[in-house]
């Protein structure tokens, strides 16, 4: 996954260094500017076992900023906001693994440095009693809820 490039960033922003489960890392360039998620629509992606997004949907293309093709075969992660902690996709990741649904609030990065919040849920796709992909779907959070996300994240590692 390659660093955020600075052209592509609306505004003043701050650099980043985010390190990834696998060990590697990524210079990202985060702004304070929110986009509210659109009212009505579902963001929904599938990725294989290892993360790799392999469809996404309109929604998911415009709210992340990417064009689909930059999109299509890159880690999930490309989304991932410095804000998140470590600690909430260990447990996303250890419960899909499981063969288990798992939903939260995330907080995720866009392509031009901003970010959005939403309510998602990620289900193992089984086939032939054998995980073979996850689909995750996301919709509108509550504000409530994000501003609860926010303060339990603040104290997470």
Known sequence: MQDMNPSDIRGEFQEKIL???????RKV?????????????????????????THCNRSFVEMSGY??????GQPHALLRHPD??????????????EGRKWHG???????????????ATVIPNVRNGKVTGYTSVRRKPSRQKVEEAISRYANMS
Do not use: C
């Not at 390190?19 to 890392?25: I, L, N, T, V």
């Not at 702004?31 to 990725?47: A, C, F, H, K, M």
């Not at 064009?67 to 299509?72: K, W």
């Open 105 to 119: 609030y995330v907080k995720n990065l866009r392509k031009d440095g901003g970010y959005y919040w939403v309510y």
């Open 67 to 72: 064009e689909e093709s930059e999109i299509i």
């Open 29 to 53: 360039l985060v702004t304070d500017v929110e986009t509210p998620y659109p009212e009505g629509r579902l963001i929904v992606s599938r990725t294989d076992t290892e993360g790799r997004i």
């Open 84 to 97: 998140m902690p470590t600690a909430a996709f260990a447990d996303l990741w250890n419960t899909v693994r």
């Open 19 to 25: 390190k990834h489960f696998d060990g590697s890392q």
